[in-house]
């Protein structure tokens, strides 16, 4: 009998939680006959039931690649558009006779909203780019 690798079925439930349970041989065969080609590297199996529902779970996953990665240049553009900012502003070269109505709000936008945006960011990159499975229980 060959050898396949371990793999986990996983039941996610709508309240976040997710049940596992280790996969049959039958079960990792129909993974390991997925074939892998240039354009197409398979990521996950997803069972669902046949419904409108169920097609709306899958379509959500389908586009949570794009989701993540339109996340991933927005936090970069933002980065680059924060620390253009902040150095005019620490270079002098954007000063408050430049923008008297709004040079404060800017400088307090800056300083104080932008390292908590930054980090929900980067926790948010982080959870979705993990290989690892946050609760995932054994059912």
Not at 26 to 38: H, I, K, N
Request: proline share 5%.
């Amino acid at each position: 009998m060959p050898r396949f690798p371990k793999f986990v079925i996983e039941f996610h439930y709508n309240d976040g939680d997710v049940g596992a349970h280790p996969a049959t041989p039958e079960e990792a065969r129909l993974w390991t006959g997925f074939s892998e080609t240039a354009r197409h590297r398979p990521t996950h199996v997803l069972l669902r039931p046949d419904t409108k529902t169920g097609q709306s779970v899958s379509n959500r996953l389908q586009h949570t690649a794009a989701v993540t990665q339109a996340l991933q240049a927005m936090y970069k553009a933002y980065g680059r558009l924060h620390d253009g900012l902040s150095a005019m502003i620490e270079g002098g070269r954007l000063t408050e006779a430049d923008i008297p109505d709004d040079y404060h709000w800017l400088v307090k936008q800056l300083a104080g909203s932008t390292a908590l945006a930054n980090e929900q960011a980067r926790v948010a990159i982080s959870s979705m780019t993990s290989n690892t499975s946050r609760r995932t229980k054994s059912r």
